[in-house]
């Protein structure tokens, strides 16, 4: 399998692993929201209703109609996540793992042309979803899983129409590529169910490694109520992977414990949404050198119920884990201000709530609420190039887990090495910089 190289594990990955992405992805779930630094200075309020530069057609393609010329912003985000979890085993045993989020740069790309009055053009390079992690070797609820990754990468192409001076339309095709691995291993002490048989530690019970591309599309359009107010409203469609590869672990293949030297692999597939989202967005001008902007984010994510893995063996799909997450919500506020002719400085605060209740929250996904911090600045180094920083602190909420939730899917690894009972605690920061260009 060559372009299709083991998708599957990027599904299962993110199964087992719950929102196990939220804790390198800054937003709920496994979704990113980083998409510039200029944005981030705001703790990205009011995006579907800004215009800085190409950068706006990211969050609505509508705002491609603010831009003049042809313009260029290229950037990047470095993220910095501290997630700890800690607990028992069976109520006895304590273990932990920290700082097991792995950082990572978050690059972007942006170009956008001005047609006519009316129409303009946009490409963007960039991402949505993402992340990255691993706990510690002896961690001792490794058996709910101990390493999991996935990478997105996104291609829009955009068109925008000012259907009159007060109104703009836009649209976009979104091609979406991702790749990802899932891995859980035996904690000392594990054994085979029902059985007194040990498991040696470290033996992997499941992993899965894989990639998928597929498209989506996008809307959004722009209302520019007078000259100092304005809505901003953009709409993302679900995107379906269809997820092809080979998974190999006691877990889905029992020979595996016999014949451990095989490296014994099974085909399969799984199907993956990543969800809808939405945005309803405002900006007002309050004074020659002061604005404020809001906005308010959705997330469709109780689409994400459950995980099945299709091995074409003729038997009904196996499952992998159920999820039963809950629609996400985003509120942000923020402000700018024009200090002089060449800086501008920018402030926000926001507030991202959950995608799991405390019920289904999962060790390697500690998905909770978060708080975000933002200050950032532009600087107007020539009429045509002008540079951008920002810098936001996440205060995430402490939050209980419990592994197994009561599901057939978790009940099996607790019988492996038994149930979890602990919290998560966390913190990230994110630094961005990005430089933008004016032909």
Known sequence: MNNNKNRLSLAIALGLLGSVTSTTSMAAGFQLAEYSATGLGRAYAGEAAMADGADAQWRNMAMLTYLEGTQISVGGIYVDPNVDVSGKINDTIPTSSKDFAHSAVIPNFYLSHRVNEKLALGVALGTNYGMETDLDDNFAASHFGNTASIITKELNLNIAYQVMPQLSVGGGVRYVMGEGHFGATAP??????????????????????????????????????????????????????????????????????????????????????????????????????????????WTDWSSFEKLEADFH???????????????????????????????????????????????????????????????????????????????????????????????????????????????????????????????
Do not use: C
């Open 188 to 297: 000392k002490g594990a054994k085979l169910p029902g059985t007194n048989t040990p498991i040696p530690e470290g033996t992997t019970l499941k992993y899965m490694e894989g990639t998928d591309e597929a498209l989506g599309w996008q809307v959004g359009t722009a209302w520019q109520i007078n000259d100092t107010n304005r809505l901003g409203f953009t709409y993302k469609s679900e995107v379906k992977l269809d997820l092809e590869g080979h998974a190999k672990g006691i877990g889905f293949i029992p020979l595996s414990a016999v014949f451990p030297n095989l490296n014994l692999t099974k085909q399969g597939s799984m199907a993956l949404a990543m969800p809808a989202t939405a945005e309803l967005a405002s900006f007002h001008q309050l004074t020659d050198s002061v604005a404020i902007h809001a906005s308010v984010n």
């Open 313 to 439: 063996d003729g038997k009904a799909p196996t499952m992998v884990k159920e999820e039963h997450w809950e629609d996400n919500y985003r509120i942000a506020l923020g402000g700018t201000y024009q200090l002089n002719q060449k800086i501008t400085l920018r402030s926000g605060i926001a507030y991202d709530t959950s995608a799991v209740s405390d019920k289904n929250r999962t060790i390697t996904i500690p998905e909770t609420d978060r708080t975000w911090l933002s200050i950032g600045a532009g600087y107007e180094w020539s009429q045509n190039l002008s540079l951008d920083a920002g810098f936001t602190y996440i205060i995430a909420k402490d939050a209980p887990i419990t592994e197994s939730r009561g599901y057939e899917s978790d009940n099996e690894a607790q019988a492996i090495g038994g149930s979890f009972n602990g919290e998560t605690t966390g913190s990230v920061w994110l630094l961005g910089v990005q430089a933008n260009y004016r032909f």
